[in-house]
């Protein structure tokens, strides 16, 4: 076990025109024995990441620590990192078995016998290939081998595991299950683990923390609750959660309750931000009030907020105290179990609300419908891509 340290690092493949950067400045730290998710979407340099860990791909600049030990001059053999990629080899003549047990009877760990076969019946136990140890690894589904390569990884005592999307061949219901199991390995905190995935729901359910990785870059590192609760741009918080996170383009303006104090705060100061930092998002002529951004009146934002977060409300009555509406038209009706989730049309723009089925009222597309914003439950972000966080 062994703390994990990725210090600046850059990686472009090619040359001249063609050239790609995969790694742009990538730095974060792991911790002894701490779960570390990198997230991110097809592409954004979370294997070549995986890969200057372990010593297969040679940064062209930056440097990562194993233990503290600059690792530039160590061979990937001798860095002693247990790896598991998508692409994973199996060797096709033995068992799944001698498969698992290859890398403890290896001339470096020379493990006693009685000793691997209890590891190995107790990590394929655990990844629920117990009774498959004797079957050819060519007589395995898909999702079985990739669960044989990535006990072949877990057996391995090492000084962190190095997992590229281990679940990405298996069905839904194994993964979850095998979710849960890693987490079990995880939670005792004996293995420093770095784990590749492009699906937000391992990294949440997983990891200790994560990072968010978009073209080369990270983007945020933080726990999974505040990668939640305060993404720190637009794309961290599109990264989580389906349906994605609403975004509404609007607009920054000193709150109306509050003209007279910010008209006074800012006369000769241009945009300012009023002094009691009271803020409102307009958009569609509707005002939603904010407290305490930061960013000045007339800047143009993207209001964020989850879908679960939003409510219906169907009649002419005013909305509940405390509560926005925005008025739309139903889009798209879907009854998913005991959720439904409603599509609803606000001006340009497409709004999902999920809710418990029993609280959605009868409704038919092309209904006329409220949708009800609580502002203390938006997320609000400078306009572009990756606009950044200027809510509390
Ligand atoms: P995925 O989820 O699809 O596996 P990723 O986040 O793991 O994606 P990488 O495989 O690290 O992304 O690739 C990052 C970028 O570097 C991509 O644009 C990719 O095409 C490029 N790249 C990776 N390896 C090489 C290589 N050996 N030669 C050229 N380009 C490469």
Redesign the pocket.
């Known amino acids: 076990m062994a703390a994990i340290s990725v210090d600046t690092l850059r990686k472009t493949?090619?040359r001249g025109a063609g050239v790609?950067t995969?790694l742009d400045d990538v730095s974060f730290d792991v911790g002894d024995g701490e779960f570390f998710c990198l997230l991110?979407?097809?592409?954004?340099?979370?294997?070549?990441?995986l890969k200057s860990i372990a010593g297969l791909v040679e940064p062209d600049k930056g440097a990562v620590r194993i233990g503290g030990q600059d690792v530039a001059d160590v061979e990937p053999t001798h860095r002693n990192l247990a790896m598991c990629f998508?692409s994973y080899a199996l060797y096709p003549q033995h068992n799944v078995f001698d498969n698992m047990a290859s890398p403890l009877r290896s001339p470096r760990l020379r493990m006693p016998a009685a000793d691997v076969r209890s590891r190995v019946g107790r990590i394929a136990d655990m990844l629920g290939i117990g009774h498959l140890l004797d079957r050819s690894v060519t007589q395995l589904s898909n999702g079985q081998r990739q669960r044989v390569a990535l006990g072949r990884v877990l057996v391995r005592p090492a000084h962190a595991y190095l997992l590229d999307?281990p679940l990405a061949h298996l069905d839904a219901k194994l993964r979850a299950t095998m979710r849960a199991e890693l987490k079990a390995i995880s939670t005792d905190g004996l293995t420093t683990t770095v784990y590749?995935t492009?699906d937000y729901v391992e990294a949440l359910s997983l990891a200790d923390r994560i990072g968010v990785?978009r073209e080369?870059r990270i983007l945020q590192v933080g726990t999974p609750r505040e990668m939640w609760a305060s993404p720190a741009n637009a794309f961290v918080a599109q990264a989580f959660g389906k349906p994605r996170i609403n975004m509404l383009a609007g607009g920054l303006r000193t709150s109306r309750d509050h003209a007279s104090t910010s008209e006074s705060a800012s006369s000769g100061l241009g945009r300012s931000a009023p002094r009691d930092g009271t803020h409102a998002f307009v958009a569609g002529g509707v005002e939603i009030p904010l407290r305490d951004i930061d960013a000045p009146p007339g800047e143009s934002v993207q209001l964020a907020v989850r879908p679960r977060d939003l409510r219906l409300h169907v009649g002419a009555g005013d909305p509940p105290p405390g509560k926005v509406r925005l008025d739309g038209v139903v889009y798209v009706l879907e009854h998913l179990g005991r959720q439904t989730e409603v599509t609803v049309q606000i001006g340009e723009s497409l709004v999902s609300v999920v809710a418990p089925r029993a609280a959605v009222p009868t409704l038919a597309l092309d209904d006329k419908v409220g949708v009800l914003i609580d502002p203390s439950t938006t997320h609000v972000f400078l306009s572009g891509e990756e606009g950044k966080r200027v809510s509390p």
């Open positions: 493949f090619g790609v995969a991110g979407p097809s592409g954004a340099g979370k294997t070549t990441t998508e999307e590749v492009h990785l080369g």
